[in-house]
């Protein structure tokens, strides 16, 4: 299972209109660990803050169980669920929650990408919560560059 950071990042945006802007806004990163994410992002990041600041101002590991990338989507949902399970001796219910990101252009999308995704598995869930993140995107690990390309570098 993926290990993901926040990491939010301060940088001076340049605008349709010419004009630059700080901004500040949260991505999300495949990590082993804190310092590797700071790295990562800064990484990723370097090709849009060309000119003026850049900091990477606050790195916090978040749980998410699934991540639903859909080419073409704008936006990141936060899909949580309650995971229903039966207690064999006791015979209650027991709900577990799990949270899923999702990659959609809007709510209905986001839903339906989440569904497809679970069709076929064979837990019980109810959704309890669909909600658009800040989040501006979301990069994944790179399992094909291997130590001798970071060598390279």
Request: hydrophobic share 40%; charged share 30%; with cysteine.
């Amino acid at each position: 299972m993926a290990t993901y950071f926040e990491c939010k990042v301060k940088y001076d945006r340049t605008l349709e209109t010419g004009a630059q802007k700080t901004v500040t806004e949260p991505y999300l990163v495949d990590a082993l660990s804190f310092t590797e994410a700071e790295a990562r992002i800064t990484e990723e990041m370097r090709p849009f803050a060309t000119t003026g600041e850049f900091a990477v101002t606050a790195v916090k590991k978040v749980k998410f169980d699934d991540i639903f990338f859909h080419q073409g989507g704008d936006r990141w949902y936060k899909v949580k669920i309650n995971m229903i399970t039966i207690d064999e001796k006791t015979a209650a219910e027991k709900r577990t929650s799990s949270n899923s990101l999702v990659q959609a252009n809007e709510f209905k999308q986001a839903l339906d990408i989440f569904l497809e995704n679970m069709r076929g598995t064979a837990i019980d869930y109810e959704i309890a919560a669909i909600n658009e993140t800040p989040i501006m995107d979301v990069f994944a690990a790179n399992l094909t560059e291997t130590l001798a390309d970071k060598k390279e570098k």
